[in-house]
């Protein structure tokens, strides 16, 4: 599995089941927060549901389709990275991401994302990556820019949160782009 030092507070950890309490936990303490950008917060409702989750993303793993992993600052949980999916074939690999509100501003998930991009283009050989934000989510937005990630369009009405449709930017970065 994937662990990796972003420095010297914090870390990547492959998700646990036993980790599902604290997950919920960090899921339900952040409701609001995440519920601006992330549809699957009201169906995130017991430990039970965070257990399924991490189910899920080892099974994902076992199926070699990608990972997620826990993103540790201080030796307590912050939020979560993972692959959406990677296709093999074609070399490429979508990612998302989210922290808890009191963790942001520390430079957590630009650090998280820089790992994520480092190993899939110089261990997994992949040659492209692609995330997507909202359009007004400015803060997840700011990740992709900031790591030279290039806009590649927008796909109106992308996704449906609770009430109504966000459109999402596109945001694409190849292995002949990437900067070590």
């Known amino acids: ?7 010297e507070d914090a870390e990547l950890r492959p998700l646990e089941a036993r980790q599902s309490p604290e997950l919920f936990a960090l899921i339900d303490d952040n409701r609001l927060h995440l519920r601006q950008w992330l549809p699957w917060v009201d169906l995130t409702r017991t430990v039970d549901d965070s ?3 991490i189910e899920l993303t080892l099974r994902q793993f076992a199926q070699s389709n990608g990972f997620h992993a826990g993103i540790w600052y201080q030796d307590e949980l912050a939020g979560v990275i993972g692959h959406h999916r ?24 630009t650090l998280a994302v820089q790992a994520f991009v480092r190993h899939a283009f110089e261990d997994v050989k992949l040659n492209r990556f692609e995330i997507r934000c909202a359009v007004g989510n400015d803060r997840s937005r700011a990740i992709p820019e900031r790591l030279g990630f290039k806009p590649e369009g927008v796909l109106r009405d992308a996704e449906w949160l609770y009430d109504h449709f966000v459109d999402h930017v596109v945001y694409g970065q190849l292995a002949r782009e990437y900067l070590r």
């Not at 599995?1 to 420095?7: C, N, Q, V």
């Open 1 to 7: 599995m994937f662990y990796h030092k972003l420095s």
């Open 51 to 53: 257990r399924a989750f």
């Open 86 to 109: 990677i296709d093999i074939s074609n070399g490429a690999t979508v990612l998302g991401y989210w922290l808890g509100e009191r963790f942001q501003g520390k430079g957590l998930m």
